[in-house]
């Protein structure tokens, strides 16, 4: 019997929803306990007054409340949610008219306050909803305080002593239902705030972690940096250190990237997928070869087996993200010496990755893993637990499945995703060696000095004619100067944002064709306009092919 109860009052909740659906189970709660009174306060009020209507309306709202929950179940909230407060005020209006003084004005007021006001204002988040709540309740109140006074419903003909059985037990059952539904609201806010606080302990732990390995990784750039610039390496050790750097730079990319995209996943807004072809097996090895060289500085060996010969289509931005975080998670949880395999295979239009490494994990905590800020601190490396929360919520954007097991002292993460074979096609990466700007004037609105380095020599490197400004306002001086193929702007200048300036661009009819490249570092979505039509966004931080594949879709060379 507890588990079916359990079970009305938990329709339509995920199992590991946690706190997002506590207006549901609230919901679902209260129906179900106005349901149980209601069916056994109604058939004794039947035994009293012999009444057809009573047991007719008894019965039909009960049998609303278990649609109610219905609606739950099938996770259409909003009709639950607005089929409780129609329910309430319907039957309200019918037995308050059929029973009239039995029924009192203060009775109704009570149930007013409590459930169509009270209630609906602490349970539903949506102000349309507790606006016609309200309105509800208040056209409930004038309907009963008219029919009080002109009796459009003839009310039924109770002696004294029946009124007075009814209005006590109507009473009690008020108040039954204000101490219920009052323990359900109290309850629902205190797992609400421990779950605040739950999170808020551990995104501080997350943020000590992640500021830990930042500095770790930018340590080992800058002990690498210093290395080269010694000049005394051979070109075997130099051109070991260059792939070291490469790695560690890669390593904290994945970092922030985490970090920027679990604040996005938090906002509801997350980027929308974007399919491109993918020469899978290439694309795999390029990943491995990045994360061998830091397995390599552990002692660590990291194979790759995998024979795709057709390409496929898919989201390459995901799936990239999907395979760093597997290789970070096997290289940090994996002893001195590991050999850690990656498998790779296409069946049925179905990319098959498993992803093994030795090691041990409790069967208990096997189904945690995929929660955020759930890292395996029980090894001796750290880790700031958003890779697996971010690998399945990628797996599961893109229709696809993860699942681990840990079995014989080998823990192995199996993602199946969903993709279509694609034509032999030339990748990103081959396009970018083959770019020629030798042609173009670009122009560069940088305040940062170093940004202004790297990007200028990151151009230069493909023959374009770069010049270079730290102002918004000189930047629009060269541009009427000499108008150029192509601006790269930041957003955040001190004289003028860079939404700023391409609005001033747009405006003019000499200036408004030339296509802009807009940098930005903040994780928000800058407001859509007129002016952003034709817009290249490059969030940093990004990469130098991400850096060329936007100059080419601008300049469309």
Same mark, same amino acid.
């Given at each position: 019997?507890?588990? !079916?109860?359990?079970?009305?009052?938990?329709?339509?909740?995920?199992?590991?929803?946690?706190?997002?659906?506590?207006?549901?189970?609230?919901?679902?709660?209260?129906?179900?306990?106005?349901?149980?009174f209601? *069916?056994?306060?109604?058939?004794?009020?039947?035994f009293?007054?012999?009444?057809?209507?009573?047991?007719?309306?008894?019965?039909?709202?009960?049998?609303?409340?278990?649609?109610?929950i219905?609606?739950?179940?099938? =996770?259409?909230?909003?009709?639950?949610?607005?089929?409780?407060?129609?329910?309430?005020?319907?039957?309200a209006?019918?037995?308050?008219?059929?029973?009239?003084?039995?029924? &009192?004005?203060?009775?109704?007021?009570?149930?007013?306050?409590?459930?169509?006001?009270?209630?609906?204002?602490?349970?539903?988040?949506?102000?349309?909803?507790?606006?016609?709540?309200?309105?509800?309740?208040?056209?409930?109140? *004038?309907?009963?305080?008219?029919?009080?006074?002109?009796?459009?419903?003839?009310?039924? *003909?109770?002696?004294?002593a029946?009124? $007075?059985?009814?209005?006590?037990?109507?009473?009690?059952?008020?108040?039954?239902?204000?101490?219920c539904?009052?323990?359900?609201?109290?309850?629902?806010?205190?797992?609400?705030?421990?779950?605040?606080?739950?999170?808020?302990?551990?995104?501080?732990?997350?943020?000590?972690?992640?500021?830990?390995?930042?500095?770790?990784?930018?340590?080992t750039?800058?002990?690498?940096? $210093?290395?080269?610039?010694?000049?005394h390496?051979?070109?075997?050790?130099?051109?070991?250190?260059?792939?070291?750097?490469?790695?560690?730079?890669?390593?904290?990319?994945?970092?922030?990237?985490?970090?920027?995209?679990?604040? =996005?996943?938090?906002?509801?807004?997350? $980027?929308?997928?974007?399919?491109?072809?993918?020469?899978?097996?290439?694309?795999?090895?390029?990943?491995?070869?990045?994360?061998?060289?830091?397995?390599?500085?552990?002692?660590?060996?990291?194979n !790759?087996?995998?024979?795709?010969?057709?390409?496929?289509t898919?989201?390459?931005?995901?799936?990239?993200?999907?395979?760093?975080?597997?290789?970070?998670?096997?290289?940090?949880?994996?002893?001195?010496?590991?050999?850690?395999?990656?498998?790779?295979?296409?069946?049925?239009?179905?990319?098959?990755?498993?992803?093994?490494?030795?090691?041990?994990?409790?069967?208990?905590?096997?189904?945690?893993?995929?929660?955020?800020?759930?890292?395996?601190?029980?090894?001796?490396? $750290?880790?700031?637990?958003?890779?697996?929360?971010?690998?399945?919520?990628?797996?599961?954007?893109?229709?696809?499945?993860?699942?681990v097991?840990?079995?014989?002292?080998?823990?192995?993460?199996?993602?199946?995703?969903?993709? =279509?074979?694609?034509?032999?096609?030339?990748?990103?990466?081959?396009?970018k060696?083959?770019?020629?700007?030798?042609?173009?004037?670009?122009?560069?609105?940088?305040?940062?000095l %170093?940004?202004?380095?790297?990007?200028?020599?990151?151009?230069?490197?493909?023959?374009?004619?770069?010049?270079?400004?730290?102002?918004?306002?000189?930047?629009?001086? !060269?541009?009427?100067?000499?108008?150029?193929?192509?601006?790269?702007?930041?957003?955040?200048?001190?004289? %003028?944002?860079?939404?700023?300036?391409?609005?001033?661009?747009?405006?003019?009819?000499?200036?408004?064709?030339? &296509?802009v490249?807009?940098?930005?570092?903040?994780?928000?979505?800058?407001?859509?306009?007129?002016?952003?039509?034709?817009?290249?966004?490059?969030? =940093?931080?990004?990469?130098?092919?991400?850096?060329?594949?936007?100059?080419?879709?601008?300049?469309?060379?």
């Amino acid at each position: 019997m507890l588990k !079916l109860i359990r079970k009305i009052i938990f329709a339509g909740v995920p199992p590991d929803a946690g706190n997002k659906y506590n207006s549901v189970i609230v919901i679902n709660a209260l129906a179900f306990l106005t349901a149980v009174f209601l *069916a056994i306060i109604g058939t004794y009020f039947y035994f009293l007054t012999n009444s057809i209507f009573l047991i007719a309306g008894v019965i039909v709202e009960c049998c609303c409340f278990a649609v109610v929950i219905y609606f739950n179940y099938k =996770k259409s909230y909003e009709f639950g949610t607005l089929g409780t407060v129609l329910v309430h005020t319907v039957f309200a209006c019918y037995f308050g008219a059929l029973l009239g003084p039995a029924m &009192p004005e203060a009775l109704i007021t009570a149930f007013l306050l409590t459930f169509l006001i009270g209630s609906s204002f602490s349970v539903y988040r949506r102000w349309g909803v507790r606006i016609f709540s309200l309105i509800m309740a208040m056209v409930l109140f *004038a309907l009963i305080a008219l029919n009080n006074r002109y009796h459009f419903v003839e009310p039924l *003909a109770l002696s004294p002593a029946t009124t $007075d059985n009814i209005k006590v037990i109507c009473w009690f059952a008020m108040l039954v239902l204000i101490g219920c539904s009052t323990w359900l609201l109290i309850n629902q806010n205190d797992r609400s705030l421990k779950e605040v606080q739950r999170l808020n302990e551990e995104k501080a732990i997350y943020h000590a972690e992640i500021n830990h390995e930042l500095r770790n990784t930018v340590h080992t750039i800058s002990t690498f940096a $210093d290395l080269i610039a010694n000049n005394h390496l051979t070109p075997e050790e130099q051109a070991h250190i260059v792939s070291c750097l490469k790695s560690s730079s890669e390593q904290a990319l994945d970092i922030i990237n985490n970090g920027l995209l679990l604040t =996005k996943i938090e906002a509801g807004k997350d $980027d929308q997928a974007v399919e491109s072809v993918v020469d899978i097996t290439p694309f795999l090895q390029d990943k491995v070869n990045i994360f061998k060289v830091l397995g390599e500085l552990e002692g660590k060996q990291i194979n !790759l087996h995998a024979a795709i010969q057709p390409a496929i289509t898919t989201d390459r931005l995901a799936l990239t993200k999907i395979v760093n975080n597997l290789l970070t998670n096997a290289i940090k949880h994996s002893g001195y010496g590991a050999v850690i395999d990656v498998h790779a295979t296409l069946q049925e239009h179905e990319l098959q990755l498993h992803v093994c490494n030795p090691g041990h994990i409790d069967q208990s905590r096997l189904a945690q893993l995929f929660l955020p800020f759930d890292s395996e601190n029980h090894s001796r490396y $750290d880790s700031t637990g958003l890779g697996l929360y971010i690998t399945h919520y990628l797996v599961t954007r893109m229709k696809g499945t993860i699942a681990v097991t840990a079995e014989n002292g080998v823990i192995t993460f199996t993602v199946i995703l969903p993709v =279509k074979e694609a034509q032999q096609t030339i990748t990103t990466e081959e396009r970018k060696e083959e770019i020629d700007l030798s042609r173009y004037n670009i122009l560069v609105i940088e305040d940062d000095l %170093m940004n202004q380095v790297a990007l200028s020599r990151t151009l230069k490197d493909k023959h374009a004619a770069v010049t270079v400004t730290g102002s918004a306002s000189e930047g629009l001086h !060269l541009i009427r100067e000499n108008k150029p193929d192509l601006i790269i702007t930041d957003l955040n200048m001190p004289d %003028m944002l860079g939404t700023d300036l391409i609005s001033y661009l747009r405006q003019d009819d000499a200036l408004r064709h030339i &296509p802009v490249i807009l940098i930005t570092g903040q994780t928000i979505e800058l407001p859509a306009n007129g002016y952003s039509n034709g817009i290249v966004r490059l969030h =940093k931080p990004f990469k130098v092919k991400e850096l060329y594949q936007a100059v080419q879709t601008q300049l469309r060379c």
